[in-house]
């Protein structure tokens, strides 16, 4: 993607994370927690995670969004 390097945190999870996490049947959250779903801005006790995956209610992981400009240990 042209420009990618600059993109904003935002960016990178609206137009790259989101896709993928759809294509994989991470679905957005409602008021139904069965199957596999996702809750976005996941309040935390370090702060607010991007993404708080669960399956029927459990949690199995939470991911961070950066920029792509940032490298992993800046996470």
């Not at 959250?29 to 459990?58: K, M, N, V």
Request: hydrophobic residues 30%; neutral net charge.
């Amino acid at each position: 993607m042209p420009g990618g390097e600059s993109q904003s945190e935002w960016l990178t999870r609206k137009q790259r994370i989101d896709p993928l996490l759809d294509t994989l049947g991470w679905k957005k959250a409602t008021r139904s927690l069965r199957g596999a779903c996702r809750f976005e801005e996941y309040e935390t006790t370090s702060g607010p995670a991007d993404y708080h995956l669960c399956c029927d209610s459990q949690v199995l992981g939470i991911l961070e969004a950066k920029k792509l400009s940032l490298g992993p240990q800046n996470g």
